[in-house]
């Protein structure tokens, strides 16, 4: 256990629904990322926050994906109008970063499948 | 759980030897280098890293190399265990955000 918790840990929905997910990183982490993961694949990055701030989104974030860190604590994951290549297993990880630009060990959650059919 | 990596390469050992996984990196501009173990139903676990000025890094029971010449990492695990088997990623950081770009696993498996 890495400290860094996901909920719900499988999520299955019908396809045009919403669906949102929960991270809670480590408490003293001001880093929050969240990558998604396809079988037989590494984790590709999705988006990530220092602090409540959101800095950077990959391409892959489409415009049905929203994220936020309102308080700097948990993070949010909402995908609108879920298709079934939404279905994939979603990590969130965390760590303390000191600059922008500044590489810390990232500690990962252990995940929320969803399975869109 | 879930399987992780269903047509990754797949490295097979005996328990009690040393295991050695490779990966090719693409950014030249990498500043860290990352060694992650997945385990099925689990997130990723970190297990060493090495800074872009190092070729070598030992810790308890792994080593990474880097060569930066021709963009390659490699993980060496000594006496193998079945706690091992797993799919191993390796990972780069490039500074910019600190995001991390996976390359391809690869599945150890330990055979006793």
């Known amino acids: 256990d890495t400290g860094v918790s996901q909920n719900p840990r499988h999520k299955i929905t019908k396809r045009g629904q919403n669906v949102t997910f929960r991270c809670d990183p480590i408490?003293?982490?001001?880093?929050l990322y969240w990558y998604r993961q396809t079988l037989g694949q590494g984790p590709e990055f999705l988006t990530y926050?220092?602090?409540?701030?959101?800095?950077?989104k990959s391409r892959l974030l489409s415009d049905r994906f929203s994220a936020e860190r309102p308080k700097g604590s948990f993070s949010t994951l909402e995908i609108q109008r879920t298709e079934q290549g939404d279905s994939a297993m979603y990590l969130c990880?965390?760590?303390?970063?000191?600059?922008?630009?500044?590489?810390?060990?990232?500690?990962f959650g252990p995940g929320t499948r969803l399975t869109v059919l | 759980g879930e399987s992780v990596g269903l047509h990754l390469p797949t490295l097979s050992v005996q328990e009690g030897d040393n295991s050695i996984i490779n990966c090719a990196y693409s950014?030249?501009?990498?500043?860290?280098f990352i060694w992650y173990k997945q385990e099925s139903g689990k997130g990723p676990q970190f297990i060493i890293d090495?800074?872009?000025?190092?070729d070598k890094r030992q810790g308890q029971r792994v080593t990474v190399l880097l060569n930066k010449t021709v963009k390659h990492l490699s993980l060496q695990i000594a006496a193998t265990q079945p706690g091992d088997s797993a799919v191993y990623f390796c990972?780069?950081?490039?500074?910019?955000?600190?995001?991390?770009?996976f390359g391809t696993g690869t599945r150890l498996q330990v055979t006793l």
């Open positions: 090495i800074r872009s000025n190092m």
């Open positions: 408490s003293e982490h001001n880093r």
């Open positions: 950014n030249s501009a990498s500043d860290y």
């Open positions: 990880a965390s760590s303390l970063g000191a600059g922008r630009s500044s590489y810390n060990e990232q500690f």
């Open positions: 990972a780069e950081n490039t500074g910019t955000a600190s995001k991390l770009t």
């Open positions: 926050f220092q602090n409540e701030a959101q800095l950077e």
